[in-house]
């Protein structure tokens, strides 16, 4: 079994690629039911006349897609240990049913905490992007990781 990144695999430079993800008209639709239901997510002839001209995926599904592939793509073998919040999530196109979405997470910078040794934090940029090339999503955020040394130590 191989050894799930720790804090010092997120050094400044190093990139993630992100799985695909497709998106579907139902899941459009029930998450805008639950979450956020204006109309531009939940019905194809109110959309059509928005100024997104045609049905897209709430703004908080695309983040929830993308947790879903970062997750997918390197968090869940990682040591990991939550963030303390995004500073900025930009939403620069509509995501339509049918729609695959990719992406890359890339390292803008890393540090160990001062007063806790055994963590570092690492602040990521993450962009997503549709089957035609556009960026849909571009956001930064800090990842809170256990290094090497106290991963091991907390599997023991």
């Known amino acids: ?16 690629p992100l799985p695909p993800y497709r998106v579907t008209k139902e899941e459009v639709i029930a998450f805008a039911s639950e979450f956020d239901p204006q109309p531009f997510h939940l ?8 100024m997104l001209g045609g049905l897209s995926a709430s703004g908080w599904h ?22 303390p919040g995004i500073d900025f999530v930009k939403w620069l196109r509509p995501v ?14 890393s540090r160990r905490s001062a007063s ?6 690492a602040k990521l940029a993450a962009d997503l992007v549709n089957d035609r090339g556009e960026t849909v999503l571009a956001s930064e ?8 040394e106290a991963a091991a130590e907390q599997a023991a």
């Open 43 to 50: 019905d194809e002839a109110a959309a059509a006349k928005s």
């Open 116 to 121: 806790r040794p055994t963590i570092g934090l």
């Open 62 to 83: 695309t983040c929830a897609m993308m947790m879903r592939m970062m997750a997918d793509g390197f968090l869940n073998d990682s040591t990991s240990q939550g963030s």
């Open 96 to 109: 339509r049913p049918g729609d695959t979405l990719s992406g890359t997470v890339r390292v803008l910078s």
């Open 1 to 16: 079994m191989m050894a799930k990144r720790a804090f010092e695999d997120f050094t400044e430079g190093v990139a993630f």
């Open 141 to 148: 955020y800090t990842v809170i990781l256990l290094t090497r």
